[in-house]
């Protein structure tokens, strides 16, 4: 049972002029239980009521029906509520280990949702950079499927523009087909790392760069060939981190797969009346919307990164029928897609509303922007295996005897990764330290994990069925697990509505805190007459704990 809805619903009947949904969306959950089960603050009603909010609090608690509750006190501006620990303790147990799928809801209506995400350029390994939009994207999928919509994963690969260009000049200039062939991406990247370099000295590079993207678009076979290779060989490497991963893609067109579609977005725009010549370009002027003027077309009349992501939403709402468009990409970005929407919006498409840039912030190291321009890179494979061989070290000191070591390893060390990233608020900065992400103590996936298998091995130790229907636990400790269970509809709403997945990161790990907790001081497995019903609890935990880590992308083993 929802106890938000019944705490709301209780207040509402007191004051029938109140807000349901916004008296929900205020109810607190106190850090000291002793401050009730559920808090209201009733500051935001003294407008509406026109009284002070401790009078209004003293108030609502003499006309609410405290049935269903423990207690009801008015304390300052706060109406506390107390919940009878055993019966709704009982009652969350039940909805959770009765219910499919449970904190699963169906708000989308089973509408679409695109989400541009990951988006590696070719001819450019897979750094620490690419790891958040890569993982945020996929775990904002999973979320948006928990809440009903129907998720559309798209590698947008940066598989177009000057940048390749510039790559063909630095392979004619300094390359050499076996050195590509004997390490693509490496010798590649270090091709265009040293094409910026001698391009600072050699601006007159720049330009030959720009013409040989040019050829490259009117369809010159020689550079057609060398793109072709340039790409087929990265997808290669990308695929094999991908695997790492466990994420799959629904869609791999990239910015070369809007070439032929950007025809019809320049005479749409035409049509509108809203192209202007800026010095030989073409450009939509954006005053109106106090952004910068965005450019369609180069004066030598090639394309930008624009055009093509103006093709690539126009195709997308066409084919899949949107009702949310979601870009997982840097909050350096921010501009260019408040520009992509004003534009769309110029050109009489409503649906602009729909589309969403997903920021989020920087991954440094020792404080530092990492950069494949500079040559400042830390690949996310060296990143991964790293991660997994520490895993290992600590499973070896913890656990030598474990079966499948190598394949745990593998789960909890990429697990880690991937936790350390969304546990964190996407918008912020964070600086990696990989010691620091694979310890099984503190705020981190393997820590989780470790919560989930230590469950498990409760339940193998017990060996018995559970009783579904025998499920009250007379522990009040127990009530403070059972309250979080009985939040992860509310988890899985927020998440979404938030587009942050670190919502569902600090629920799991606040689970497991608390699960440890009553796991180090409790005798769990004593053969009384709650043992089925803490067992029950035990399984709920896992259950909980097992969808929440599935919901960011992590594998939630058994043993470790």
């Known amino acids: ?185 490496n010798t590649l990247v270090k091709y265009y790392v040293q094409f910026h370099a001698e391009a600072e000295n050699s601006p007159e590079l720049n330009d030959e760069g720009r013409m040989w993207f040019k050829k490259l678009e009117d369809g010159d076979e020689e550079a057609l060939q060398l793109w072709q290779w340039f790409r087929d060989e990265s997808l290669k490497e990308f695929m094999d981190l991908y695997d790492t991963l466990n994420i799959q893609f629904d869609s791999f067109n990239g910015e070369a797969f809007y070439n032929d579609k950007m025809d019809s977005v320049v005479e749409k725009l035409e049509q509108e009346h809203k192209l202007v010549k800026s010095q030989g370009a073409q450009i939509v002027d954006l005053d109106a919307y106090g952004l910068n003027p965005a450019m369609i077309k180069r004066s030598d009349g090639a394309t930008l990164y624009m055009t093509r992501d103006l093709a690539a939403a126009t195709y997308r709402k066409k084919t899949y029928n949107f009702v949310k468009s979601l870009y997982v990409v840097g909050g350096e970005q921010r501009e260019h897609f408040e520009q992509l929407k004003a534009i769309l919006t110029e050109m009489g498409y409503a649906w602009a509303d729909d589309i969403e840039h997903i920021s989020f912030g920087m991954i440094t190291v020792d404080g530092k922007k990492l950069s494949t321009r500079s040559g400042r890179i830390i690949l996310l494979k060296d990143v991964l295996a790293d991660s997994e061989k520490l895993a290992l070290e600590q499973i070896n000191e913890k656990n030598p005897d474990l079966t499948n070591k190598e394949r745990t390893a593998h789960e909890v060390g990429t697990g ?109 497995l004593a053969d009384d007459g709650e043992l089925n019903a803490r067992l029950a609890l035990v399984q709920a935990v896992s259950n909980i704990l097992t969808e929440s880590l599935r919901l960011l992308g992590v594998a939630a083993p058994v043993e470790m």
């Open 1 to 185: 049972m929802d106890y938000k809805k019944q705490v709301a619903a209780a207040l509402k009947q007191a004051e029938p002029e109140l807000d349901e949904q916004i008296l929900i969306d205020k109810i607190e959950v106190p850090k000291d239980s002793s401050k009730g089960d559920y808090a209201f603050p009733t500051f935001i009603l003294a407008k509406q009521l026109k009284k002070a909010p401790n009078i209004i609090a003293a108030d609502l608690v003499e006309k609410i029906d405290k049935a269903g509750f423990k207690q009801v006190e008015a304390v300052g501006p706060y109406i506390n509520f107390f919940m009878d620990p055993k019966t709704a303790g009982s009652q969350i147990l039940t909805k959770v280990l009765q219910t499919e799928n449970y904190g699963h809801n169906t708000d989308g209506e089973a509408g679409h949702v695109t989400i541009d995400m990951s988006s590696p350029n070719i001819a450019k390994p897979m750094s620490m950079g690419h790891l958040r939009s890569t993982v945020i994207g996929n775990s904002l999928a999973e979320i948006s499927a928990a809440n009903g919509y129907q998720p559309i994963k798209i590698n947008h690969l940066g598989d177009w523009g000057t940048q390749f260009g510039k790559l063909i000049v630095a392979y004619k200039r300094w390359g050499s087909e076996e050195a590509v062939k004997a390490d693509p991406i």
């Open 416 to 524: 880690a990764v991937v936790f350390h990233d969304l546990m964190n608020d996407r918008t912020l900065n964070f600086d990696f330290k990989l010691e620091d992400v694979v310890r099984f103590e503190g705020d981190t996936g393997p820590y989780v994990q470790y919560a989930n298998a230590r469950a498990h091995s409760l339940l193998r130790k017990a060996k018995r069925a559970i009783d579904e229907t025998q499920l009250e636990i007379s522990d009040e400790q127990v009530w403070e697990i059972e309250k979080l269970l009985g939040e992860f509809e509310n988890v899985i709403r927020r998440a979404w509505r938030d587009r942050e997945p670190s919502v569902v990161a600090k629920y799991a790990l606040n689970l497991a805190r608390t699960f440890n907790k009553y796991y180090a001081n409790s005798k769990i």
